[in-house]
């Protein structure tokens, strides 16, 4: 069984991937995390993250980089962001989450074209999403309870922009696949967006 989970940053994607990858006994993976490390090679190797040759290069990152804290940082999400229009790095990391995917017994997988692209052929699918305003609250609290102290208003433009970069994109752009279910959580605390989650994989069963 392959479940499908897309959606905007700070959409609660994640927690609802990892609760229904739990619910239902199956492996999941966080594809925004690969992008992420290739965001954070090409920073490491003083790269331009808009040149496709150098996100290309920073494609074969060491395994241990995807354990790196500096991973979640809106820096390097920022990173993930731009080095992710290059088709080249799009490719590349395709097999990758393809077999992840196609293992004996299923997986779940969230990122932003997992249903669209990567597994098109998935037996549920959720379009996770919520508003601006409530993905920089969130985005927000988070930060704060790290100790980061940054203006709501410039994570609220920080996640326009990096939504309006990965929606226009010519290459795998974030859409609601066909045959995707919508759940926006912007007034749902996490376990009710769990619960949702749960009732609408079942429905697609
Ligand atoms: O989900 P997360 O915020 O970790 O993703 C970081 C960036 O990686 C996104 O803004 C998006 O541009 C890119 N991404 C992507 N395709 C995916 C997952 C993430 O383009 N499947």
């Known amino acids: 069984m392959i479940i499908a989970v897309d959606g905007p940053t700070a959409s609660g994607k994640g927690t609802i991937a990892k609760a229904l990858a739990a619910h239902f006994g199956l492996p999941h993976l966080d594809t925004g995390l690969l992008y992420r490390a290739v965001g954070r090679q090409v920073f490491l190797d003083g790269g331009n993250p808009d040149d496709g040759g150098d996100a290309l290069a920073a494609t074969s990152f060491p395994e241990a980089l995807l354990s790196d804290p500096e991973l979640r940082s809106e820096v390097t999400g920022g990173l993930a962001s731009r080095v992710s229009v290059h088709p080249s790095v799009r490719a590349a990391l395709l097999e990758r989450q393809q077999a992840f995917a196609g293992q004996p017994g299923g997986a779940v ?38 100790g980061e102290d940054v203006a709501r208003e410039a994570i609220e433009a920080d996640l326009a922009a990096r939504d309006e970069r990965d929606r226009n994109r010519a290459e795998a752009p974030l859409r609601q696949a066909e045959g995707a279910e919508l759940l926006d959580t912007s007034a749902l605390p996490p376990q009710a967006a769990i619960a949702a989650a749960i009732a609408l994989v079942e429905k697609q069963l």
Not at 136 to 145: F, N, P, V
């Open 109 to 146: 997988l969230d990122g932003r074209d997992i249903a669209t692209v990567i597994a098109p052929h998935a037996d549920a699918k959720l379009f996770v999403t919520a508003s601006v305003a409530a993905r920089a609250q969130r985005r927000w609290l988070e930060m704060k309870s790290r």
